[in-house]
C-alpha cells in the first residue's frame, strides 16, 4: 500500500547517506538499509508585541517532533509530495493542538528574549501543516568485528548513532 505525504525536500541519496557514514568511520563499511520519513508538526507564525522602540512583528517556522513533543525554529525549507509505501511512514504520537501548545510556548519564549518585548506577544497561526522529514538508516560493519546503526538526516546530512 501506498501513502501520498508532503515532505520536507531532502537531496540526500542512498550512496550520499552511505558516503557521510563511510567518511567518519573509517575502515567500516556502510550500507543503506531503508528510507523512512519521519512525522512533524510545522507551523508558521507571526509575533507582534510592544517593545522599547515601539512595536515590532516577527515570522518564524517551528517544528514540533510528533513523537518526542521536541520542539524547534526552522530555516525555510521547501515542501514536495512524495508517493512512498506505508512501512516507511511514521505515525504521529502528538495531537495538532497538543503541537500548537508546544509551539506558541517555544516561539513565545524565543521572541520575549530576542525583541526584549514588555509584554507576551500576540500571535497569529499563517500556516500550519504535517510535515515529514527524510532519514536514511545506515548499517556499517566490519569484517570480524562488531556494526553499529546510524540514522542519517536525508536533508541536512547530519547522523545520530542508533545502535553500536
Not at 68 to 89: C, H, K, M, Q, Y
Amino acid at each position: 500500500m501506498t501513502n501520498d505525504v508532503v515532505a520536507i525536500a531532502g537531496s540526500l541519496t542512498s550512496a550520499q547517506a552511505e558516503g557521510v557514514i563511510a567518511s567518519t568511520s573509517g575502515e567500516w563499511t556502510a550500507r543503506t538499509r531503508s528510507k523512512i520519513y519521519y512525522p512533524y508538526f510545522w507551523f508558521h507564525l507571526r509575533y507582534a508585541t510592544r517593545t522599547l522602540l515601539g512595536h515590532s512583528s516577527v515570522r518564524l517556522s517551528c517544528l514540533v517532533d510528533t513523537r518526542t513533543g521536541v520542539t524547534s525554529t526552522a530555516d525555510p525549507f521547501e515542501l514536495e509530495r512524495v508517493e512512498t509505501n506505508t512501512g516507511v511512514v511514521m505515525k504521529p504520537r502528538l495531537a495538532e493542538d497538543d503541537a500548537l501548545r508546544l509551539a506558541h510556548r517555544y516561539s513565545a519564549y524565543a521572541v520575549r528574549n530576542r525583541r526584549k518585548a514588555l509584554v507576551v506577544p500576540e500571535v497569529t497561526v499563517l500556516e500550519r501543516r504535517l510535515v515529514y522529514k527524510p532519514f536514511w538508516i545506515v548499517d556499517g560493519t566490519k569484517r570480524c568485528a562488531s556494526s553499529f546503526r546510524v540514522l542519517v538526516d536525508g536533508v541536512t546530512g547530519g547522523f545520530h548513532v542508533l545502535r553500536r
